[in-house]
């Protein structure tokens, strides 16, 4: 939540900062500022509204100076006003900040700076760090002596970017928890929350570890670890390319990284299938052996990532014929819940920087299991933290409603289930080679799936005037089902929520009446197909509108249904990836015909970095 940019060049930056946060909007949306150091002065241009709406009004771009700061806000201590927008300022005005993170101690430290007279212009954690930093200076050293000694007095998450109007041309940055990225440019350097903000003048890249402090100039990077000593950091590439953080002719990227899933999926998939086995080991570390050691399986996640592991779940019984179990991250950490030996974590995110999940993996971590983190962003905190990675191939997801980073972490998952039951040898070649033929197929039948846009299209115009509506799945469609309302509700704010079909029975049947949309989610299957149709009937015999994901050539559900979406056959596990699809289409479609922001949801961030 919150991103911050930060770029001292040869050149004036004030065009980069801008670009750079328009970039990080996704992360907030509440205000956005920058603040540029001109000579010996700092000036400041902040508003509160998204990027575009204040750069009209404040022109961002002409702020002179070739070293600056920037900021994009989702608010957590005061209003979304002005005086809270970022940067904020020392009290005499020659400190520059900008800050993404929570400072948990800051009351205290303010009380302490407004029992020693100090004013405060706003009602931020974040101010607070200004003023400490003011006074470390005063007590001699360089801002990079001062930005070490202020941090030692913080608890809390933080990734900062430090100006001061006496040491022009230097950019100073640290932090503890939240992400923070260096960028080598041109005769430049970038500090950015993501390097999806810097990809169009970098590709080259440290990531900052906590406690470091980088100084830059546009010229030189010297980064310092807790104790002071200069370090030597590994610089790595980043094989991103620009156009993939771009819209490419999508009006939003919801709908462009929804269409990129084929392509995604296949680059998950392939490099990791051969004729009859999955290749992992050279990647992971992820050996047979520690395959075969492993007796149970604990999913850690948040929010769509949670219901990739639900899937997970799943797929861990029923083709590993592993125990697996899934925690919401935030609960597992302040619960003593038992690791038995035996256990592997697996945390699962698209962005590997939630708070919530690597904080529970550093506790799986601290207590001594194997951990595996399946994660989007190379190099990101999540994958600092576990003992092995799967990467997952999506690309930059920038789109707040998660989407292609979902199949692709199915598809990991799925992966990573052939090599364990491989290596257990539970499942036999033959039942081997159908499930990587079924996921060889999965990118195609996805495409097949994204043709009946216009078909689902038409579909959600019965949703537009709707308050509610629910999502019914049953197996591995239940996740689904859940994932399917969490889209509709998060982008369109209709209420919605999803059910294990059979549950319908024990209370949201009460809900259902002619003005109740009920995706059933309805693959032809042996074990439940038939009780989901029953399920249908029990919601048509109530009014209720059914919308109906069946499987290709099903007659039988359509004549029930008031509208059915097909996806193609496949192997039952394999199936969500193909569910999936609609509830995608249907919940975009249904947010922009409501004139919803789609990319930009309200209340939302894409990465939840504070708890
Ligand atoms: O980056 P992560 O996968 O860890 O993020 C977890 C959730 O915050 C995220 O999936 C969120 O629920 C999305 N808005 C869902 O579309």
Same mark, same amino acid.
């Given at each position: 939540?919150?991103?911050?940019?930060?770029?001292?060049?040869?050149?004036?930056?004030?065009?980069?900062?801008?670009?750079?946060?328009?970039?990080?909007?996704?992360?907030?949306?509440?205000?956005?500022? /920058?603040?540029?150091?001109?000579?010996?002065?700092?000036?400041?241009?902040?508003?509160?509204?998204?990027?575009?709406?204040?750069?009209?009004?404040?022109?961002?771009?002409?702020?002179?100076?070739?070293?600056?700061?920037?900021?994009?806000?989702?608010?957590?201590?005061?209003?979304?006003?002005?005086?809270?927008?970022?940067?904020?300022?020392?009290?005499?005005?020659?400190?520059?900040?900008?800050?993404?993170?929570?400072?948990?101690?800051?009351?205290?430290?303010?009380?302490?700076?407004?029992?020693?007279?100090?004013?405060?212009?706003?009602?931020?954690?974040?101010?607070?760090?200004?003023?400490?930093?003011?006074?470390?200076?005063?007590?001699?050293?360089?801002?990079?002596?001062?930005?070490?000694?202020?941090?030692?007095?913080?608890?809390?998450?933080?990734?900062?970017?430090?100006?001061?109007?006496?040491?022009?041309?230097?950019?100073?940055?640290?932090?503890?928890?939240?992400?923070?990225?260096?960028?080598?440019?041109?005769?430049?350097? /970038?500090?950015?929350? +993501?390097?999806?903000?810097?990809?169009?003048?970098?590709?080259?890249?440290?990531?900052?570890?906590?406690?470091?402090?980088?100084?830059?100039?546009?010229?030189?990077?010297?980064?310092?670890?807790?104790? #002071?000593?200069?370090?030597?950091?590994?610089?790595?590439?980043?094989?991103?390319?620009?156009?993939?953080?771009?819209?490419?002719?999508?009006?939003?990227?919801?709908?462009?990284?929804?269409?990129?899933?084929?392509?995604?999926?296949?680059?998950?998939?392939?490099?990791?299938?051969?004729?009859?086995?999955?290749?992992?080991?050279?990647?992971?570390?992820?050996?047979?052996?520690?395959?075969?050691?492993?007796?149970?399986?604990?999913?850690?996640?948040?929010?769509?990532?949670?219901?990739? @592991?639900?899937?997970?779940?799943?797929?861990?019984?029923?083709?590993?014929?592993?125990?697996?179990?899934?925690?919401?991250?935030?609960?597992?950490?302040?619960?003593?819940?038992?690791?038995?030996?035996?256990?592997?974590?697996?945390?699962?995110?698209?962005?590997?920087?939630?708070?919530?999940?690597?904080?529970?993996?550093?506790?799986?971590?601290?207590?001594?299991?194997?951990?595996?983190?399946?994660?989007?962003?190379?190099?990101?905190?999540?994958?600092?933290?576990?003992?092995?990675?799967?990467?997952?191939?999506?690309?930059?997801?920038?789109?707040?409603?998660?989407?292609?980073?979902?199949?692709?972490?199915?598809?990991?998952?799925?992966?990573?289930?052939?090599?364990?039951?491989?290596?257990?040898?539970?499942?036999?070649?033959?039942?081997?080679?159908?499930?990587?033929?079924?996921?060889?197929?999965?990118?195609?039948?996805?495409?097949?799936?994204?043709?009946?846009?216009?078909?689902?299209?038409?579909?959600?115009?019965?949703?537009?005037?709707?308050?509610?509506?629910?999502?019914?799945?049953?197996?591995?469609?239940?996740?689904?089902? /859940?994932?399917?309302?969490?889209?509709?509700?998060?982008?369109?704010?209709?209420?919605?929520?999803?059910?294990?079909?059979?549950?319908?029975?024990?209370?949201?049947?009460?809900?259902?009446?002619?003005?109740?949309?009920?995706?059933?989610?309805?693959?032809?299957?042996?074990?439940?197909?038939?009780?989901?149709? #029953?399920?249908?009937?029990?919601?048509? @015999?109530?009014?209720?509108?059914?919308?109906?994901?069946?499987?290709?050539? +099903?007659?039988?559900?359509?004549?029930?249904?008031?509208?059915?979406?097909?996806?193609?056959?496949?192997?039952?596990?394999?199936?969500?990836?193909?569910?999936?699809?609609?509830?995608?289409? /249907?919940?975009?479609?249904?947010?922009?015909?409501?004139?919803? +922001?789609? +990319?930009?949801?309200?209340?939302?961030?894409?990465?939840?970095?504070?708890?």
């Amino acid at each position: 939540m919150c991103g911050i940019i930060g770029v001292t060049s040869t050149e004036p930056v004030a065009p980069k900062l801008a670009d750079g946060v328009r970039r990080l909007e996704y992360r907030g949306y509440d205000s956005v500022g /920058l603040a540029t150091l001109d000579g010996g002065a700092i000036g400041i241009r902040k508003g509160v509204g998204k990027v575009d709406e204040v750069d009209a009004q404040l022109d961002f771009a002409a702020a002179a100076g070739n070293t600056g700061i920037a900021h994009c806000r989702w608010g957590t201590h005061g209003g979304i006003t002005h005086n809270n927008a970022h940067p904020h300022l020392s009290p005499n005005g020659k400190v520059a900040i900008v800050h993404n993170g929570i400072i948990e101690n800051y009351l205290a430290l303010k009380q302490d700076l407004q029992a020693n007279g100090h004013a405060f212009a706003s009602e931020t954690d974040t101010e607070v760090i200004a003023h400490l930093i003011e006074l470390e200076l005063e007590h001699g050293g360089t801002l990079k002596d001062a930005v070490h000694r202020a941090s030692k007095q913080l608890v809390g998450s933080y990734a900062l970017g430090v100006l001061s109007a006496d040491e022009p041309g230097t950019l100073v940055a640290t932090r503890n928890e939240s992400p923070l990225v260096i960028g080598f440019g041109d005769r430049e350097h /970038l500090i950015a929350s +993501d390097v999806a903000a810097i990809l169009t003048h970098t590709d080259t890249v440290v990531y900052l570890d906590n406690h470091e402090v980088a100084v830059l100039t546009a010229e030189s990077c010297a980064i310092y670890d807790d104790g #002071g000593f200069a370090i030597d950091k590994q610089r790595e590439k980043i094989d991103w390319d620009m156009e993939a953080a771009e819209k490419g002719g999508f009006e939003h990227f919801m709908l462009k990284e929804i269409h990129e899933q084929p392509g995604k999926l296949a680059d998950t998939i392939s490099p990791r299938l051969r004729d009859h086995e999955v290749v992992f080991e050279a990647e992971t570390g992820v050996t047979a052996e520690v395959l075969r050691g492993i007796d149970r399986v604990i999913f850690l996640a948040c929010g769509t990532s949670w219901h990739a @592991a639900m899937v997970g779940e799943f797929l861990f019984e029923e083709l590993a014929k592993t125990p697996a179990e899934v925690e919401y991250a935030s609960e597992f950490r302040y619960r003593n819940a038992p690791i038995p030996p035996g256990t592997l974590v697996v945390a699962m995110s698209q962005s590997g920087e939630t708070a919530d999940t690597n904080a529970a993996l550093e506790e799986a971590v601290r207590r001594g299991t194997r951990t595996l983190a399946v994660c989007n962003v190379r190099g990101s905190t999540m994958t600092r933290i576990a003992h092995h990675t799967v990467y997952t191939h999506a690309g930059p997801e920038i789109g707040v409603a998660s989407t292609k980073a979902f199949t692709t972490q199915i598809a990991a998952l799925y992966l990573l289930n052939i090599a364990m039951a491989q290596a257990k040898g539970v499942l036999n070649q033959q039942q081997i080679d159908s499930m990587i033929q079924g996921l060889r197929q999965a990118p195609l039948q996805v495409e097949q799936i994204l043709d009946q846009n216009d078909t689902i299209q038409k579909i959600a115009k019965h949703f537009t005037s709707r308050s509610n509506a629910i999502y019914l799945g049953r197996g591995v469609h239940f996740p689904i089902a /859940l994932e399917g309302a969490l889209k509709l509700k998060e982008i369109s704010y209709i209420h919605a929520e999803g059910y294990p079909a059979a549950e319908m029975k024990h209370g949201p049947i009460a809900l259902i009446d002619k003005q109740m949309p009920v995706v059933v989610i309805a693959p032809t299957d042996k074990l439940t197909y038939q009780k989901t149709l #029953g399920n249908i009937e029990e919601v048509k @015999a109530r009014d209720g509108v059914v919308i109906a994901i069946a499987t290709e050539g +099903d007659q039988t559900i359509a004549q029930l249904a008031d509208h059915t979406i097909y996806i193609p056959e496949s192997l039952y596990s394999i199936g969500p990836l193909l569910s999936v699809i609609p509830l995608q289409l /249907l919940s975009y479609h249904v947010a922009e015909l409501r004139g919803c +922001d789609v +990319d930009k949801p309200r209340n939302l961030s894409k990465v939840v970095t504070v708890e």
